[in-house]
Nanobody, 120 residues
C-alpha cells in the first residue's frame, strides 16, 4: 500500500491550498482518513480526520478555515485550507486506516509528508 500526498507549497497569508492524498495498492476497505502536521522538534498533531461515515473532527486552531473530505471511489482524502496563517507552516502528513484483506486487521499507513509554507 502506498499513500501519495500532494498539493503543498508556498502561499501568502490569507491564501488557500488544497492537499490531496491517494491510497493505492492492495486495499480491501478504508476506515478513517486524516491529516496531521509536524514542526521540527515538535510532536505530530492531528489537523483533521474523517470517518467512513463522513463524521469529521478538527483541531481547534483550524476550525472554520480547513475542510476535510474524501472520495471513496478514488481512495483519496483532501484537505482544503483557507485563510492560511504563518503558524500553519508545517509538514503535513496524511494517515489512512485500512484493511488490505477481508481477514486482516485495521492498520494505519502514513504518506510521505508535504510541506506547507505560509509567508509573505
Amino acid at each position: 500500500v502506498q499513500l501519495q500526498a500532494s498539493g503543498g507549497g508556498l502561499v501568502q497569508p490569507g491564501g488557500s491550498l488544497r492537499l490531496s492524498c491517494a491510497a493505492s495498492g492492495s486495499i480491501f476497505s478504508i476506515n478513517a482518513m486524516g491529516w496531521y502536521r509536524q514542526a521540527p522538534g515538535k510532536q505530530r498533531e492531528l489537523v483533521a480526520a474523517i470517518t467512513s461515515g463522513d463524521s469529521t473532527n478538527y483541531a481547534d486552531s483550524v476550525k472554520g478555515r480547513f475542510t476535510i473530505s474524501r472520495d471513496n471511489a478514488k481512495n483519496t482524502v483532501y484537505l482544503q485550507m483557507n485563510s492560511l496563517k504563518p503558524e500553519d507552516t508545517d509538514v503535513y502528513y496524511c494517515n489512512v486506516v485500512l484493511k488490505r484483506y477481508r481477514s486482516s486487521g485495521w492498520i494505519p499507513y502514513w504518506g510521505q509528508g508535504t510541506l506547507v509554507t505560509v509567508s509573505s
